[in-house]
């Protein structure tokens, strides 16, 4: 570790600092810490703003999409000001104003197959804030292959779930096999979202982020956590590595090469 805190940054932390779980080691951990936040939607905001806020040295934000006026009922990090701008602007505008020491890289794109080697280069960790099936599957893939620990979450009306995903742990593929058809699942615009949902399951996946970061606290590992807001109740399932999965089971595939993500997500071994 080749960081050393400054006046300024041991006032900024200083509530980390006396805490013995991170002290000046752990915020120096964060500090040279580069996190991939893909979405900087409803899940990436609040996870942008606090793994900002707690001093990660990089983040990199990736979202395709422009900020709507409809998106500021839950998606705290842009303002009205910022209808139209390119989300990934809005969100590292909003960081380099919160904390001078987090160098944010926007990235203005859909992660594919033909970038997201790129994009995730060099990642301690990626917080999978995306709203979508083949996005998700391709971050398992690729953070298993590569050996990153992947943060999920999701959220649907009142109902979110958050889990994490390590090298040595089961992947997102033995906790759910195939992916549903097209179609199948409703977004947000069409049932609603509670505007203070993806704040609570955002949050919970930048404390995962920051956990694995520091190392220190149990992370959700082969756990599901589902969290109802309407009923105020937290649960957690368990679940374990699949043998035969295609990804993370013996004899399974080692690239993402021939894998359809936009068709289906599925890999066939035969």
């Keep these: 570790m080749t960081l050393s805190l ?5 006032d900024r932390y200083s509530r980390h600092i006396i805490m013995d779980e991170v002290g000046p080691e752990g915020q120096e951990r964060l500090l040279s810490a580069r996190v991939v936040v893909v979405g900087a939607g409803g899940l990436g905001a609040p996870a942008i703003e606090y793994l900002a806020a707690v001093g990660v040295g990089e983040l990199v934000v990736v979202d395709d999409d422009v900020v709507e006026r409809s998106n500021l009922q839950r998606q705290v990090i842009h303002r009205d000001d910022d209808v139209g701008v390119a989300k990934a602007e809005s969100a590292a505008a909003f960081v380099r104003g919160l904390n001078p020491d987090v160098s944010v890289e926007p ?3 859909r992660v594919d197959k033909s970038n997201v080697h790129e994009i995730l280069a060099g990642a301690d960790v990626v917080v999978d804030a995306s709203d979508n099936f083949p996005t998700r599957y391709l971050l398992n893939d690729v953070c298993r292959f590569e050996d990153i620990p992947l943060v999920h979450g999701a959220i649907y009306k009142f109902e979110g779930q958050a889990t994490t995903l390590v090298p040595e742990g089961p992947c997102y593929r033995c906790l759910f096999a195939e992916a549903p058809e097209p179609g199948t699942v409703p977004d947000c615009a069409t049932t609603g979202v509670l505007g203070v949902l993806p704040g609570t399951v955002g949050c919970i996946q930048a404390t995962e982020a920051m956990k694995l970061l520091l190392d220190e606290g149990e992370v959700l590992d082969g756990r599901l956590l ?3 807001a309407m009923d105020m109740t937290f649960e ?17 595939v080692d690239s993402i090469e021939d894998i359809d993500y936009v068709e289906s997500c599925a890999i066939s071994l035969d």
């Design 226 to 228: 589902f969290y109802d």
């Design 107 to 109: 990235v203005e794109a």
């Design 6 to 10: 400054d006046a300024t940054q041991l």
């Design 236 to 252: 957690t399932v368990p679940y374990r590595k699949n043998p035969d999965c295609p990804v993370c089971g013996e004899g399974g």
